[in-house]
């Protein structure tokens, strides 16, 4: 079983619709959690960023933590096409390694 | 400019051939990491370096190896590359007590 669990999708939604990205993990020593955000042929770049459990916002984009269940979430409000992407999630213990979800193919339409 | 960078950004290459990829980072971090993405196997962690003297083992070490030349460079090495090693590769830096990490373009590797 894989550490961090994470549906590769494609997920397709209309421009405007709300979008709802999941990760599951095995390991309670995760501490830090995170959204990375990939475009084709780009390396991935940080999205966003948690260490605690509840919500956090950043303009149309809230990570969710349950550290209970071992969910995480991120959610995509009035989403854009320019939104379309891979979307990784990646966790991290005490000992600065990132685990990285297989990510998840995000295809906004117009 | 970017802040870390990546050479090749493509290499074909062939069966038992020695192949090194480059990194180099403008951002004075301490920290570097080497990783290969794979379709359906996100990124997995090969080595990372918490200083110019300090080398570690990830989760799929076997068939590689680094040198950090420097703190501003860290480069990954394919002693006799096998197809399997085809991939997408990505460095990445971050500084000391903190844990954004700050990826490379990538370097994409054809092993025929």
């Known amino acids: 079983q894989k550490e961090v669990e994470q549906d590769p999708g494609p997920l397709s939604v209309p421009e405007g619709a709300i979008v709802s990205l999941n990760c599951t993990y095995s390991?309670?020593?995760?501490?830090?959690f995170m959204w990375y955000r990939q475009y084709s042929r780009k390396g991935p770049e940080l999205l966003m960023y948690?260490?605690?459990?509840g919500n956090k916002e950043d303009g149309r984009f809230t990570a969710q933590v349950d550290k209970s269940s071992k969910y995480i979430s991120l959610f995509i409000r009035d989403s854009q096409p320019s939104d379309s992407a891979t979307y990784l999630c990646?966790?991290?213990?005490?000992?600065?390694?990132?685990?990285f979800g297989s990510g998840t193919r995000l295809l906004v339409r117009p | 400019d970017a802040d870390v960078t990546q050479t090749p950004r493509n290499r074909i290459t062939k069966t038992g051939k020695r192949i090194m990829l480059e990194c180099s980072q403008t951002?004075?971090?301490?920290?570097m990491y080497w990783y290969r993405q794979d379709p359906g196997l996100g990124l997995r962690l090969i080595y990372y370096?918490?200083?110019?003297?300090?080398?570690n083992k990830g989760e799929i070490s076997d068939g590689y190896s680094v040198s950090r030349q420097a703190q501003a460079k860290f480069s990954l090495s394919l002693e006799s590359a096998i197809p399997n090693q085809t991939a997408l590769y990505f460095c990445?830096?971050?500084?000391?007590?903190?844990?954004?990490?700050?990826f490379g373009p990538g370097t994409r590797l054809t092993v025929l």
């Open positions: 990646a966790m991290m213990d005490s000992s600065y390694k990132l685990i």
């Open positions: 390991n309670s020593a995760f501490q830090y």
């Open positions: 948690t260490y605690s459990s």
């Open positions: 951002k004075g971090h301490d920290r």
């Open positions: 370096s918490f200083d110019v003297k300090d080398i």
């Open positions: 990445a830096t971050t500084a000391s007590g903190t844990d954004t990490q700050y």
